[in-house]
């Protein structure tokens, strides 16, 4: 987490961070409160001033740890080494308290104060770790009252859900400060590329277009020249007006990665939104239909022009890529596979295969080429 939002970058999770700091302060107080009360009563009032001074101490040194804007100033080590101190120190109230403050209930030594710990967990390692934080302090609780009573468990219950709240926030702010970074990120590459999209309209894309225009008009080579400007031309809008293809936790939009390959014989269509996968099914989703488009340029001839249809249905997204080509002639790929020419096998059914979806091939001489690829999205 400390690198996700850098080692100087201010933790999300701050606020909580300073609400356990204060919390350990007025329990702190009201320990004090209680040794004082109780002084008399105890069976060893030095050792309940040793202790009190001791958790004076450590409740200095965490706030100067917590206090840090930096998460990774938080240690890991230090958070479990403060519920280890805090359950130490509870577990010195049965050489302080007598026999009758244990009857009545009394107040540990501690009291309260323990209850920092589990919040100092949550808020470092999330709620799963200020639920443990708070049972082991609960256990400790039960051994410092030397039994498992109805005021052990509900303390118990009290530190649990305490260390579970705040960690289950903390984890959310974490969450919801990565998701504004990355639309933060998204905004300025998109204003980047609206710039450049802009330069590169005052000066490329004219000159090609012009490129184009004249090499059509004067024919012969120039109008091959033409035919390649134009190419490019269309290739370079495209890339211009499609967004990045973004990566966010492992995952790729796949919209963005498709749109990259249309051309003036390759038109895509996709949903207006990203379609966002992981990033290896995203790579082998963008080979296979390169693949299919390089069938295309082969097999199809050079007037033959292609669509590719990306479609997000839920649970699984299906890309279709059809031609209007002269189509595949009945058994031609059954030749092929035993002849022992696997390309289409291997490159696309494979690929599709090992990620757990279907291809299915619909063609007929004199009706073109359609693919129809399904994938699920995990």
């Not at 289409?344 to 059914?349: T, Y």
């Amino acid at each position: 987490m400390s690198r996700r939002f850098g080692p100087t970058a201010r933790e999300p999770a701050t606020p909580l961070w300073w609400g356990t700091i204060g919390l350990r302060v007025l329990t702190l107080l009201f320990a004090f409160g209680a040794v004082i009360v109780h002084r008399a009563d105890y069976e060893r009032p030095w050792l309940a001033w040793t202790v009190l001074g001791a958790m004076t101490l450590w409740t200095v040194a965490t706030a100067l740890v917590y206090a840090r804007e930096a998460l990774r100033w938080r240690w890991r080590w230090f958070v479990l080494a403060d519920v280890a101190v805090t359950c130490l120190l509870m577990l010195t109230s049965p050489w302080i308290l007598t026999d009758e403050q244990n009857a009545a209930v009394a107040p540990l030594i501690t009291t309260v104060w323990v209850a920092g710990a589990p919040v100092a967990a949550g808020t470092r390692f999330g709620g799963v770790g200020g639920v443990v934080a708070g049972l082991v302090v609960a256990a400790a609780t039960g051994v410092a009252r030397e039994g498992f009573t109805l005021d052990v468990a509900r303390d118990g219950v009290l530190l649990v859900a305490s260390g579970l709240l705040i960690g289950m926030s903390a984890s959310t702010a974490r969450k919801s400060a990565a998701v504004l970074a990355e639309a933060l990120r998204t905004e300025a590459a998109n204003a980047e590329r609206e710039r450049l999209a802009r330069d590169i309209h005052d000066s490329v894309l004219q000159v090609l277009a012009r490129v184009r225009r004249r090499g059509a008009e004067l024919g012969g080579e120039a109008a091959e020249l033409a035919e390649l400007a134009g190419e490019q031309e269309i290739a370079l809008r495209a890339l211009v007006s499609t967004g990045p293809v973004r990566h966010v936790a492992g995952e790729t939009d796949l919209r963005a990665a498709l749109q990259l390959l249309g051309s003036s014989k390759v038109q895509v269509a996709a949903p207006a939104g990203e379609v966002a996968l992981p990033s290896r099914t995203t790579d082998e989703l963008v080979a296979v239909v390169r693949e299919a488009l390089s069938n295309v340029d082969k097999h199809a001839g050079p007037a033959a022009k292609a669509w590719v249809l990306l479609e997000d249905v839920g649970g699984e997204v299906v890309v279709t890529v059809r031609d209007d080509g002269p189509g595949i002639p009945e058994g031609r790929l059954a030749d092929a596979e035993s002849e022992g020419r696997l390309g289409v096998v291997r490159s696309m059914r494979g690929r599709v295969a090992d990620l757990g979806g279907t291809i299915s091939l619909d063609t007929a001489p004199g009706r073109g080429t359609e693919w129809e690829i399904r994938v699920p999205r995990t």
